[in-house]
């Protein structure tokens, strides 16, 4: 979507298989020491590939580790396609892997097999559930529980970050039902500094779950969990939430309307939950407080662009925006333009060029609408609120075509009188003519008159 800036979710396992080969001694470069054991022929098509280490200062040199024999051109690219299809490597990095020498090919499909867990989702799972139940039955966690729940959490990330598709998917179906369970967890963790860390770990499982196509349509398939999310919005962490404002923002961006909509009710549950004056007044009031870093500011402008300016509907895009200038947005942005921070002079920027200026008419309509909306007997949902504008905008249109219309009746009355004008002017024009017609024949009668008489 054009939102001036690409919002995309990055891939994690496939960042790490990219840094494999740009960070590893043994595989890049001409300073490198790999080389074949020995060289290939047609008759020999598979080849050993052996790494020895630089000597040390001491003079000892290290142990040389062979690599199992190297398959077949048309074999390796099979088997390195089917690795970085499960590593769910984005179509631009897979292109610029496909490339890559034969020797980083083979090396690549050896490290798939010892990057992937050795241990099954349910062992994962296992563990989340154990610290659920403690929680539930104890109100006082000990330090040790909680660094156990940490420990166990970034294991769970982790592998879900760097494992192929199929263990994900595992890891979401039932029986295993791992995105619930992650879930439940987050409900259950404790208010509490000492649990600010568990919460965010927790919000990284489930955006490694949410990291590829699969996960992110299970996820929208459970509304619920989307204003769980949103939730989390009070709790007073800045890295919570910017690690919340990209995950909604994905969901926006790659699940159009129906993420937004999603979002939108689940912005709707936290006012009523929290008691928010407005909707969205969190939001901006964050941005507005001086506690608040300057990285945590951009972020949360990121998510109000990409919210704001994400609509196809044009009057939805005008309402979203006229809410967050009632909340005072536009005067924050004029005055954070000051801060020179590059990362939110960016997303002021995007919003800027995407703002859309309306009438004073215009702005009545739109106050209108919020005056209705904020009476309980409207539907303040996405529906709702793009019908009664679009009533508005054509009530205004008509009023627009009536008035066109008088106007095109009077210029017709105008040509009339102008086209009588015309002919009145042109009649006193004839009468001067004639006038001055008979007073030149008189006057040359009387003079031919004097003239005989002279003579």
């Known amino acids: 979507m054009s939102l001036r800036k690409t919002l995309s979710i990055s891939r994690g396992s496939g960042k790490k298989l990219s840094e494999a080969f740009t960070t590893d001694p043994t595989m890049g470069d001409s300073s490198s020491n790999t080389s074949s054991e020995s060289s290939s022929s047609s008759s020999t098509p598979k080849r050993s590939l052996t790494i020895s280490r630089a000597t040390g200062k001491d003079g000892s040199s290290s142990t040389i580790k062979t690599l199992p024999p190297m398959p077949e051109p048309e074999e390796l690219d099979k088997m390195f396609l089917e690795v970085i299809t499960k590593m769910n490597i984005q179509e631009q990095d897979r292109k610029n892997m496909l490339a890559f020498p034969a020797e980083k090919k083979w090396q690549l499909v050896l490290d798939s097999d010892v990057r992937t867990s050795l241990e099954p989702p349910g062992h994962y799972l296992d563990l989340i559930e154990h610290h659920i139940k403690k929680r539930k039955k104890n109100k006082k966690i000990s330090p040790k529980e909680i660094a156990s729940t940490e420990k166990d959490l970034r294991g769970t990330e982790i592998s879900l970050r760097t494992n192929p598709l199929s263990w994900i998917n595992q890891f979401i179906d039932p029986p295993n039902n791992g995105f619930e369970k992650l879930m439940d967890f987050l409900l259950v963790i404790h208010e509490g500094p000492e649990f600010d860390k568990e919460r965010h770990l927790c919000l990284m499982c489930i955006k490694a779950v949410m990291n590829n196509k699969y996960g992110l349509n299970y996820v929208l398939k459970q509304p619920k969990s989307i204003k769980q999310l949103v939730d989390c919005l009070s709790f007073d962490q800045e890295k919570t939430h910017i690690l919340l404002f990209n995950i909604l923002n994905a969901v926006c961006v790659v699940a159009g309307p129906e993420g937004h909509k999603l979002i939108l009710e689940a912005l709707d549950a936290y006012k009523v939950n929290h ?23 951009a972020s949360c402008l990121s998510f ?18 006229y809410e967050f200038t009632l909340l005072g947005l536009d005067g924050l942005i004029d005055t954070l333009l000051h801060a020179n921070f590059e990362d939110l002079n960016v997303q ?47 009530e205004k249109e008509q009023v627009a075509a009536n008035t066109i219309s008088e106007l095109q009746k009077l210029l017709s009355n105008l040509q009339s009188v102008k086209f009588l004008f015309l002919l009145l002017l042109l009649f006193f024009f004839s009468c001067f003519l ?12 009387s003079f031919y008159s004097c003239s005989n008489g002279l003579q």
Do not use: C, W
């Open 304 to 321: 109000i662009n990409v919210f704001v300016h994400s609509p196809d509907n044009i009057y939805f895009r005008s309402y979203l925006q």
């Open 275 to 297: 008691n928010e004056p407005k909707r969205f007044q969190t939001l901006v009031s964050r941005m507005a407080d001086e506690k608040y870093n300057y990285d945590y500011k």
């Open 348 to 394: 002021i920027n995007g919003y800027l060029a995407n703002f859309i200026h309306i009438e004073d008419s215009g702005q009545r309509t739109l106050k209108e609408t919020q005056s209705d909306l904020d009476d309980d007997k409207y539907d303040n949902s996405q529906e709702k609120i793009i019908a009664r504008l679009q009533k508005q905008m054509q």
């Open 434 to 445: 004639l006038s001055l017609y008979d007073f030149l024949f008189v006057f040359l009668f």
